[in-house]
């Protein structure tokens, strides 16, 4: 009745960005990402006859705003006739910043209510369960670079290869701690309903897709930089050529994609991307990481810097 998962955030490098169902939240576009290995989500599900209805907790605190979220989740995962739960979060890095914390938090939560309901489901059902939840939680069941494409009415989930095989570091230049104003379900259809760029965006994402993935399984970084910063700039093309537009960047923002165009012109193997929110996360290889830790660091405007490696998949612990 009882149990507990661990998740990493997953960035991704080719974004998911529009739904083409938002009733079953099924995304518009394939996406690639890497799921990282130092910062996680660990959430507990207890499932209790005794309970009247859901209650969550996030690091101790009670947390009524993303519970609505959490219980649907767990009607997805052991249907909704089921036991109301008692459901804990743990987490170490700041929360809606745009550091893909519902991604983390929401496969956590779908491992931990099978293993809750004693459901024994494959890790691609696992993912599509949590693929309603947050489409970006179906890519971090899986580690190291994971592909999510479209297939009929669900989705189908690909490694193309794992953490180890390809060790890269990723260096998150945090900007603004604060929850964001608008939430990407939101974002995504105020594009897809406005924004005079979107058709063009869902047309030629199989392309960047063949790119990257390409890129990926021959360990070019260099042409995954360029896809990968191309695939970024042109999601948030999108959201400005909205109405309303949906700008997430500030000045900092700004100021690290510089420190980013800098560090390559010096020779280092690093690449930005950015999604819904100011943070600016730089990939590079392994070696260049000290380098691009103390640029970002020193680039104004930057609140913190976290640094992680790529990680494995989301799994179960030992509850205590
Ligand atoms: C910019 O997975 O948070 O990070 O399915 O509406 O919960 P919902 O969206 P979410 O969107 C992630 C958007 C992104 C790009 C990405 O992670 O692929």
Redesign the pocket.
Known sequence: MRATAIAQP???L????G?RDSTR?L?AVG?I?ITLRDLFTKMSVQLDAELASDVLYVNDERDDGMLPRISACLDEVIGRSRMRARVDSVCNFPIAA?L?S??SA?AATTLAAAGAADLHLDTQRLASLA?R?????A?SLYGGFVELANKGNDIAMTVLCDADSWPLSVVVAVTESVPKAV????A?EISRKTSPFYANWVERQPEDLDVARNAILERDFRQLAIIAEHNCLK?HSVMWASRPPTMFWNAATMACLQTVRKLQGDGCSVFFT????PQVKAVCLPGDAETVHAALAATPGVTEVLVSALGAAARLVDPR
């Open positions: 997953n960035i991704a080719i974004k998911y960005w739904k939240n995304p996406s990402s745009g893909a519902s991604a929401f693929g939840a947050s489409g970006s939680a890519r939430g990407s379900s939101e995504m999601m950015i999604d819904a929110g």
